[in-house]
């Protein structure tokens, strides 16, 4: 009896100014299969379908769990995460490609230091005084805590910029993720210090007013933020913020 | 004088606290880590943190979780370190508190406590099930706003290969490797901490990441530092079993009620919800009436082991047991455990509110680690270690919940620690060893570049998981690690003949890997030949032929140092500090 088989189709670049190339593989099937672990049957037997020799792909991944946001990128067309995305639920041949609006690194490894720059500008933090101890935190209460929690399950993979029509050079929008975390801050009872500089900062090009309203974002997010309302909430604070600024001005 | 320049490596919560807590006293740091540092492995701590705070009016304190912990970790962890960690547990929780974690309430608006393995209070604070994610971004914060003042220096996508150490075996400095340039480079410092969590990889399939390789310490071990307890390994009795890695299922799970049970009929082939109570068997409850489904781990781990192996009642006939939460309401599993019940729903496909999972014991916490002293410097000066990656917090049994406040509290000694270390530095004969170092690491690059064997790097790696697995986790026979320890120094042999597939010089993660490999090869040496030395049964660590613990011989702590010219360990024992609480015997089962 034949063997079962994946099909799977990688795009592949030796370098971020190489040309990018297919190259097809096909996999002895097992139970429970994800992308990754297809990705490490090829490393263990680095031949691709016409058994030529080659390399094992390149590609970030860390937890496997869909927690620490390493291994988004573009399976069948939909930017996911590789981890969790199952062979048997895939239409063959799958096909893997790097996430689209991020540098390519080496085949599916991007650059996305584009968003820890984004939340440094936006200053993503509560601003403690120090790390001595100086007794307990606000009180907050369970409603607050269930409405900050899912927006702190960002995992950064920046599938939401992906799928963004906006995000791109030409707007310089930093996209959802940045957005969400800044409505995160400013809700919480220390952190909302700094709310006028974080709104500020998202007030000119490249700020909220370069959403779209496309929705992608809010579809694609594999922890199921709530982006869109985060992005209308926080877009209606920076136009406040700008009136007032205005006629303080 | 200029600020003291130190380097800490990993950017897990023991790396970040310490990062914090340097750059709080004025000095500069530069973190190196090989993913972005909020992608570390803490992410993945799912059920909470200890800290007796005693908001729950049970008579809490931090005495009885310090006494939990030895207890819990079979007395082997020098008492002392132990204690000041507890006592700065609820501290701790403070701090976390306010940077912001959201950590669920209670309906006054104070932190919620749960319970964990281990104990018979509420004592572990909680984000969801996914507080490992919330503490790592709260210190990664933080990080950033010291990165944007400018004093600290990220250098993610960077491996650390070795320390730079002088004439006199002082650190001066460390030699990593950019992971895309795949270029070497020594950095100088006056202190090094080490903060590189644990070792899963050696075990192929583990609950760790990817980059929980152990090559670090590995790779220190061999530069002279002595690797402490390498044999207690904690094997978590409730992960999934997956193709690629054994996902976890927290424990959390059964703090918040889940319960353990397999059919009482060998190979029952109904569906788990029709299978009437009479017919179930909740072995842990029955076994452990006083603490149940909340024993320890490795007690828990070897019950389940027994059922199915000894009374093979495994889930038709395979090793998995069931852990059912369908009793709770939907709304309180949801509130509590969403992050853990969808990790089971996306990678399992079933809904555990409805279904009860199936589970099974898994490789998921290195005791063991770098030996280092109470203030974590490690036997090289200038050498700090913190978190998983040291050994001295857990004894032979971490308690659920005490490893995140284990390496942030080991963060927040070992930072300032560094800094008084490195204020009464000497300066450095000559370069400090800088050139020596490089040399002796691109000649390792080279040798490895034009190795022209047949040996796939992937293959060793997964025929050492799968003998590690087998012999030396849950149970273990001296004639078996024997044989482990043989099949090691076969793959030492054939890493010799290697073959790597890709000897490009950009962004090569095979590469890198390979490198890791004969570091991960070196410390499984250290794993296996420890728990062969040790003729006992102490926490993790069961010999079913020495099914006792021994503390004449064994209250002891294991201390591996490589032998260069043999190119293999050797060991020596070291007395434990029992000063405060007296040894006792160690069981659960019976009211104590």
Known sequence: MAEKVIQIEIKRQSGPDAPATWEKFEIPWKPGMNVISVMREIAANPVNANGQDTTPIVYDSNCLEEICGSCAMVINGKARMACSALVDKLEQPIRVQPLTKFPVVRDLSVDRSVLFENLKAVKAWVPVDGTYDLGSGPRVFPQQQEAAYPLSNCISCCCCMEVCPQFNDATGFVGAATIAQVKLFNSHPTGKVLKEERLRALAGDGGVQECGFAQNCVQVCPKQLPLTEAISDVTRDVTLQVAKDFLRA | ?592
């Open chain 2, 1 to 592: 004088m200029a600020a003291p320049k130190i380097i800490v490596v990993g950017g897990g919560l023991a790396g970040l606290a310490a990062v914090i807590k340097i750059a709080e006293a004025g000095g500069n740091v530069d973190l190196f880590s090989i993913v972005p540092v909020k992608r570390s492995h803490s992410v993945c701590a799912q059920g909470g943190i200890n800290a007796a705070k005693n908001l729950k009016g049970e008579g809490d304190t931090t005495w009885k979780h310090f006494d939990d912990t030895i207890y819990g970790g079979d007395f082997l962890a020098n008492q002392t370190p132990v204690k000041a960690m507890c006592e700065a547990a609820p501290g701790i929780i403070d701090l976390l508190d306010r940077m912001g974690v959201p950590f669920n309430r209670t309906p006054e608006g104070l932190l919620d406590f749960r319970r964990f393995g281990g104990t018979l209070y509420h004592r572990t604070a909680f984000a969801g099930a996914t507080t490992g994610q919330q503490l790592l971004y709260a210190l990664d914060e933080q990080v950033r706003r010291y990165e944007a003042e400018g004093r600290v220096r990220k250098f993610e996508g960077w491996e650390f290969l070795s320390a730079v150490l002088d004439t006199e075996g002082v650190a001066r400095g460390i030699c990593a490797m950019d992971l895309r340039t795949m270029e070497l480079t020594t950095f100088p410092a006056d202190a090094i901490i080490i903060a590189t969590g644990g070792i899963g990889a050696i075990f192929g399939k583990s609950t760790n990441s990817v980059v929980c390789t152990g090559s670090a310490q590995s790779a220190l071990y061999q530069q002279g530092a002595w690797y402490a307890n390498g044999e207690f390994i904690q094997v978590h009795p409730t992960s999934i079993p997956g193709e690629d890695k054994l996902r976890l299922m927290s424990e959390s799970a059964r703090g918040e009620g889940g319960r353990v049970w397999v059919p009482r009929t060998p190979g029952d082939k109904r569906d788990a919800r029709s299978i009437p109570e009479t017919e179930r068997w909740y072995f842990l409850e029955e076994w452990y009436p006083k603490y149940g489904n909340l024993v320890p781990r490795d007690v828990a781990t070897r019950a389940i082991h027994k059922v199915v192996y000894e009374h093979g009642l495994g889930i038709d006939g395979q090793p998995m047991v069931y852990l059912d939460l369908t009793h709770i309401d939907r709304a309180t599993l949801n509130r509590k455990l969403e992050g853990i019940l969808e990790i089971y729903e996306k990678f399992v496909g079933d809904d555990p509110r409805d279904v009860p999972m199936k589970i099974f014991p898994g490789m998921h916490y290195t005791m063991g680690g770098l030996w280092v002293d109470f203030n974590q410097m490690t036997n090289i000066p200038g050498v700090f270690a913190a978190g998983e990656a040291e050994y001295q917090y857990h004894g032979a049994n971490r308690l659920g919940a005490n490893s995140l406040v284990s390496c942030i509290f080991g963060g927040f000694v070992s930072g300032p620690n560094a800094m008084a270390y490195a204020k009464s530095l000497k300066a450095a004969q000559g370069d400090g060893g800088h050139a020596q170092e490089l040399a002796r690491q691109r000649e390792l690059n080279q040798q490895l570049l034009s190795s022209k064997g047949k040996e796939n790097p992937f293959r060793i790696w997964r025929e050492l998981g799968e003998t590690m697995t087998k012999n030396v986790t849950v149970i273990r026979h001296n004639k078996n690690i024997a044989e482990t320890e043989a099949k090691i120094v076969e793959l030492m042999e054939r890493y010799r003949n290697i073959d790597l597939s890709d000897r490009s010089q950009w962004a090569n993660t095979s590469f890198a890997f390979t490198r890791q490999l004969w570091n991960m090869l070196q410390i499984s040496r250290v794993v296996a030949q420890g728990a062969r030395l040790r003729d006992e049964s102490r926490g993790a660590h069961y010999k079913p032929d020495f099914p006792e613990r021994n503390d004449e011989k064994f209250l002891k702590t294991t201390k591996a140092s490589f032998d260069a010219a043999a190119n293999e360990p050797r060991f020596s024992f070291e007395d434990v500090d029992i000063q405060h609480i007296p040894p006792r015997p160690r069981r659960y089962d019976a009211a104590s």
